[in-house]
């Protein structure tokens, strides 16, 4: 059985910058599309960007200025670096699995989502 | 950026009722459409996949339609466990989009 676990600080201040981590167990980094996702209070889904199985990556343009997205084979993580936070990043931050290693596929595991306030 | 649009915002139906809930892409999707339920406090659940596959584990009650730009997810027999929020998202192009979202209360 496939599980992700988002890990990090809860609270940030602004200007700073927000470091998550995405802990796999179950299946391996290198085989599949990994996607950061974020949701605001009471707002809807926000696609961040993806890590590709082939290492690389694709970030949504308004965020791709602030936020990178990394992997690590070796501890089978990924992670999410964004920064000059401001009190829009509120949100509840979301890891997920691309099924069947592609990009155009459904996202079918999730994280249980951490919420990280940006704060002062 | 491909637009999502889901109608209606929210709907009130009762037990054993049929739902359906509609969304409307910008672009055309060929058939890179998916349904996810979300529960408050849980993080979204993929019921269909590609318009109309069942994901492993969803109840048969729920099934998916459509092509192109306009898409459907329908509930046969409106269950309580129902009550979520139902978001469909296009896996067509990037970046990956999502509609505003279906809140549905029994």
């Known amino acids: 059985q496939v599980q992700l676990q988002e890990s990090g600080p809860g609270l940030v201040k602004p200007s700073g910058t927000l470091s998550l981590k995405c802990s796999i167990s179950g299946a391996s980094l290198g085989r599949y599309y990994w996607s950061w996702l974020r949701q605001a209070p009471g707002r809807g889904l926000q696609w961040i960007g993806y890590?590709?199985?082939?290492?690389?990556?694709n970030v949504d343009n308004p965020l791709e200025s602030r936020a990178s997205i990394s992997g690590d084979a070796s501890t089978n993580q990924f992670s999410l670096t964004l920064n000059s936070l401001t009190a829009a990043d509120t949100a509840v931050y979301y890891c997920a699995r691309h099924a069947d290693g592609y990009n155009y596929s459904p996202l079918d595991v999730w994280g249980q989502g951490l919420l990280v306030t940006v704060a002062s | 950026d491909i637009q999502m649009t889901q109608s209606p915002s929210s709907l009130s139906a009762s037990v054993g009722d049929r739902v359906t809930i509609t969304c409307r892409a910008s672009q055309n999707l060929i058939r890179y459409l998916n349904w996810y339920q979300q529960k408050p406090g849980k993080a979204p659940k993929l019921l269909i996949h590609?318009?109309?596959s069942l994901q492993s584990g969803v109840p048969s009650r729920f099934s998916g339609s459509g092509s192109g730009t306009d898409f459907t997810l329908s509930i046969s027999s409106l269950q309580p466990e129902d009550s979520a929020t139902y978001y469909c998202q296009q896996s067509y192009s990037t970046p990956l989009t999502f509609g505003g979202g279906t809140k549905v209360e029994i």
């Open positions: 590609v318009t109309s």
């Open positions: 890590l590709s199985r082939h290492d690389s990556t």
